[in-house]
């Protein structure tokens, strides 16, 4: 089923016949777990306990372990994430504060494995 393209902090975006640009597939799933991860738990009214809040961790000297932990939990919440096998997440914190993560994913629409990378 597809949904609105909108990539997490965006605007919406136009398709190729001027309607609102639509996502499916993978590309959906990258866009839900990229929302999910950087949305703040309690933002979203209708759904309390949505969101990994990992914009906090943005330029600050995270821990590791608490992201990582934060990733698994929202991943295990998102329906368009397969439960098996588990998500592999790698989790670099440098120097200046950047915050790398890399993370793999049966995507359970198509059954295949995505990679997801992205720095805080």
Partial sequence: MADLFHNFGADLA??????????SGSLLT???VLRRLLTNGGDYIWQISYGGGLAQ??????????ISAIVQDQL?????????????????????GTVTLDIRYADSTTGQTQSLSFSL
């Fill in 57 to 66: 961790f943005i330029g600050q000297p995270g821990s590791s372990g608490q």
């Fill in 76 to 96: 295990a919440r998102e329906s368009r994430i397969a439960k098996t096998p588990a998500a592999q997440i790698d989790v670099a914190a440098r120097v200046d």
């Fill in 30 to 32: 990258q866009q839900r």
């Fill in 14 to 23: 136009i398709g190729p016949t001027g309607d609102l640009a639509l996502s």
